[in-house]
């Protein structure tokens, strides 16, 4: 962070609950306690619905501590890109400094919190999944690399494998496989985003693969990351965690995917931005609603296993 940044942001205007809410990334945050929900819900193993509620909570504020220090170290970077300058710092409204104390703070206590709701196997987990989202991606491949998004989306694929190992204390198949659905479906899902805030990265000098390879690599990449994503995301189907709802909904979601990379990938740089952004767009929240409807998948035939409906 440069000092300008720091002193951009150095006072602060009064601060009210929700801009201490949006300081934790709310949305992130959501997606951060799905996945774990979802990974404690399909572990073969009975969970108490208190541990299964203060494992979510700790999870969950575990992912909010990581998005508290993402805006801390960030805050140069974020006061410069559209999307990004309401922000709890780059408004004023919030300061470095508190975001830090956040941050740390709520890592601290999320992480001893689930050790003792839970296990430490599941804490270390979650200790590791805020040291790589903080240190590994926001502090060092952001800013270094336009793969950042591919390496740096494992910290988001952690959440059901520490919901899986909240319940079993171990790792397995079936987690190592929820982590990578979201882990192979996370660069399309935002490079999708970076092709229609290309001029953002640009601004803040973010090396995102719109800006060093261009919007066709871009696009390509889109393509290729969704084609790898098909057979793991189908591939689950047939594990102790999947069954014939997941697979068909499996089946029919990555062909619907795949298709949306598709066009994208036709896509030609001498189309106006308005079209090419329509696709984009559209196949951006197509993401969003293909990762909920797979876990959802996953937690039905959890939920209709015992009546003898789910699973194989």
């Not at 296990?119 to 491949?141: D, H, P, Q, R």
């Not at 909240?166 to 659905?181: K, N, R, Y």
């Not at 308005?274 to 696709?279: F, L």
């Amino acid at each position: 962070m440069t000092d300008t940044s720091m002193d951009m942001t150095s006072e602060t205007g009064e601060a009210g609950f929700r801009d201490f809410v949006a300081l934790l990334k709310p949305r992130v945050m959501s997606l951060v306690v799905f996945t774990a929900f979802v990974g404690l819900m399909v572990a073969p193993v009975p969970v108490h619905p208190m541990v299964v509620f203060t494992s979510v909570l700790f999870i969950a504020i575990g992912g909010g501590a990581s998005g508290a220090l993402n805006m801390w170290w960030d805050a140069d970077i974020d006061a410069v890109m559209k999307r990004t300058q309401s922000r709890p710092i780059p408004s004023g409204k919030v300061t470095t400094g508190e975001a830090y104390a956040i941050g740390m703070t709520l890592s601290a206590i999320s992480v001893i919190m689930l050790g003792l709701a839970a296990n430490w196997v599941a804490a270390g987990l979650l200790a590791f999944t805020i040291f790589f989202y903080v240190v590994i991606y926001t502090m060092w491949l952001k800013r270094w690399t336009p793969q950042n998004i591919v390496i740096g989306g494992a910290a988001g694929a952690f959440p059901p494998m520490i919901g899986w190992a909240a319940a079993t204390g171990s790792i397995s198949v079936e987690s190592v496989l929820m982590f990578m659905i979201t882990f192979m479906w996370t660069p399309p899902h935002f490079w999708a985003l970076a092709l229609f805030v290309k001029s953002d990265y640009d601004k803040a000098k973010v090396p995102m693969l719109t800006v060093t390879h261009g919007r066709k690599a871009t696009r390509t990449h889109i393509l290729i990351y969704t084609l790898l994503l098909a057979p793991v995301a189908i591939g689950a189907g047939f594990t102790s965690i999947g069954g014939p709802l997941y697979l068909v909904l499996a089946l029919g979601m990555n062909l619907w995917f795949v298709k949306g990379a598709v066009d994208i990938w036709r896509r030609d740089d001498a189309q106006s931005d308005a079209d090419s952004h329509k696709v984009e767009r559209k196949f951006f929240k197509l993401s969003l609603i293909y990762l909920f409807l797979h876990f959802g998948a996953l937690l039905l035939e959890a939920t209709l296993r015992p009546f003898g409906l789910g699973g194989w």
